[in-house]
């Protein structure tokens, strides 16, 4: 009985509730079929009834500009500038100091005196900037043997730490050094050097042939302090290496690697006597006037050292040097010539009688000999 009366209640329930939301519902799907024909389908259907996917974006709004009036002109939009257009422009607009003879020696003085640095200081690491700048060139595996010709100066203790660490960095350096200066600094040097069996070639037992045993040669000889003329046996060596810079053809003969001045070269005017003309130069602290007239395709900057109470009283502009190097390159690297690069190519000859009826059989790049 009760079990009946609830379920009455139940059914009379519903059908008031159904009652009551009806002009809803019919309102509401009157509405959806006047914009969609078929209103359980999320998606409009066209005239032949397939379904149409379509993704109804937001009308994108355009960027409005202020008008102008008639016959005015446009100001001109910044134009955007490439990375090589902004390197170019940063070269230009930074012109690089050169130093004449006698501001290069008051800079050492200064750095050795009231700036705190030493000798050997300097000399370490003018040393491993000749050796970065030499390895950044010319590579391993195809100038491994290197000859260093060091003179009696500083210039000569250069080219010793020099082929120290060339040592380190896996080369096979030798070294040719006349006239051993009897300071307890330069004969540190020679012990280094001595202890790993690096050897040292008096200059009477150098090679006749020197492009058939060496790869690179470093002229460490003379730098920004000489004055005179070279004696012997110098002046022969800068003899010998002013015969291997005329030879043309850079394939038959070491390159040359000059430190801070190409040996008798005027240290303001250059290579006024026909010296050697060397494949890179080195320059030191900053280029010396000199090097306005080198004109080897390899010009690098060494000595990552100078402060700036040295930059702002020489007003010195010299190029950044990049991330943790102790080299920067000064100007352009030399442009690879593409078409010397390219090896030409003449397919063999196919006769008639060689050709497969079907392609795939067909040898590829077969020569006439292999039919033989």
Not at 213 to 219: A, Y
Not at 348 to 372: I, K
Request: glycine share 6%.
């Amino acid at each position: 009985m009760l079990a009946a009366v609830a379920s009455r209640t139940r059914n009379k329930s519903a059908t008031t509730v159904l009652s009551l939301a009806m002009p809803f519902l019919l309102s509401a799907a009157s509405a959806s079929t006047t914009t969609n024909p078929h209103p359980l389908s999320p998606f409009p259907r066209s005239q032949n009834n397939s379904r149409v996917h379509r993704l109804q974006l937001p009308a994108r709004r355009l960027p409005s500009f202020p008008a102008v009036a008639p016959g005015a002109s446009f100001a001109p939009l910044p134009q955007r500038l490439g990375m090589a257009s902004l390197a170019a422009s940063a070269a230009a607009a930074a012109e690089v100091t050169h130093l004449t003879q006698r501001d290069a020696a008051e800079i050492d003085e200064q750095l050795m005196g009231p700036l705190g640095f030493s000798v050997d200081q300097l000399m370490e690491l003018a040393g491993l900037s000749v050796a970065a700048a030499l390895a950044e060139v010319y590579k391993l595996n195809e100038h491994a043997r290197v000859l260093v010709i060091c003179g009696p100066g500083n210039n000569g203790g250069d080219g010793l730490v020099a082929a120290r660490h060339l040592y380190h960095f896996g080369y096979r350096p030798s070294i040719c050094y006349p006239k051993r200066t009897p300071k307890p600094l330069y004969s540190g040097l020679v012990t280094q050097l001595e202890s790993l069996s690096i050897p040292f070639i008096p200059v009477e037992d150098l090679p006749n042939e020197l492009p058939r045993e060496f790869d690179v040669i470093v002229d460490a000889m003379f730098g920004f302090s000489f004055h005179g003329t070279p004696r012997p046996p110098f002046d022969h060596l800068i003899q010998m290496l002013v015969s291997l810079s005329d030879i043309q053809n850079p394939d038959k003969r070491p390159a040359i690697v000059s430190i801070d001045i190409p040996s008798g070269w005027h240290v303001e005017e250059g290579d006024v006597d026909g010296g050697i003309k060397p494949d890179m130069l080195v320059s030191l602290t900053a280029p010396k006037l000199c090097a306005k007239k080198f004109t080897g395709p390899h010009h690098f900057l060494g000595g990552r050292f100078v402060p700036p109470p040295i930059l702002n009283k020489y007003g010195l502009q010299l190029p950044p040097y990049p991330g943790t190097s102790m080299c920067v390159r000064i100007g352009k690297a030399p442009s690879v010539e593409i078409s010397s690069l390219r090896e030409n190519y003449i397919s063999p000859e196919l006769l008639e009688s060689q050709v497969m009826s079907d392609p795939f059989d067909q040898p590829v790049c077969v020569s006439p000999m292999q039919w033989l």
